[in-house]
């Protein structure tokens, strides 16, 4: 059994850049396939990205090529470092873990183990 807790979260204004991670207690994470989704107020959750073992990653299009899903150097915490941030990106912030080899696809529901959260706020 393995507790995930979401941090790094705050609240930057348009065109700048957060660093999230996702730590475990119980288990090293670098065995999982990791997803990080969001969900803004009054919406649905949705993907945002994940990290499989080996390190290949994939990405929302709402996100690619301004997010980046990366190992930490310990490989202790899969960190999701965001740039060129919009209000639109607004959102509590959700990390996922999961045994399978890919991840990506799979609905929060379908992850074991699901963080709690870490909140963005992106102002204008």
């Known amino acids: 059994q393995i507790h995930l807790v979401e941090s790094g979260g705050g609240s930057v204004q348009a065109g700048g850049s957060l660093t999230l991670s996702c730590a475990a207690s119980g288990d090293t994470l670098s065995t999982y396939c990791i997803k990080w989704f969001r969900q803004a107020p009054a919406k649905e959750r949705e993907e945002v990205g994940s990290?499989?073992?080996?390190?290949?990653?994939t990405y929302a299009d709402s996100v690619k090529g301004r997010f980046t899903i990366f190992q930490g150097s310990a490989k202790q915490s899969p960190l999701l470092r965001m740039n060129s941030l919009k209000p639109e990106d607004t959102a509590m912030y959700y990390c996922?873990?999961?045994?399978?080899?890919?991840?990506?696809?799979?609905?929060?529901?379908?992850?074991?183990?699901r963080g709690q959260g870490t909140q963005v706020t992106v102002s204008s």
């Open positions: 996922a873990a999961s045994w399978s080899d890919a991840c990506y696809g799979f609905a929060w529901s379908a992850f074991p183990y």
């Open positions: 990290i499989r073992r080996d390190g290949t990653t």
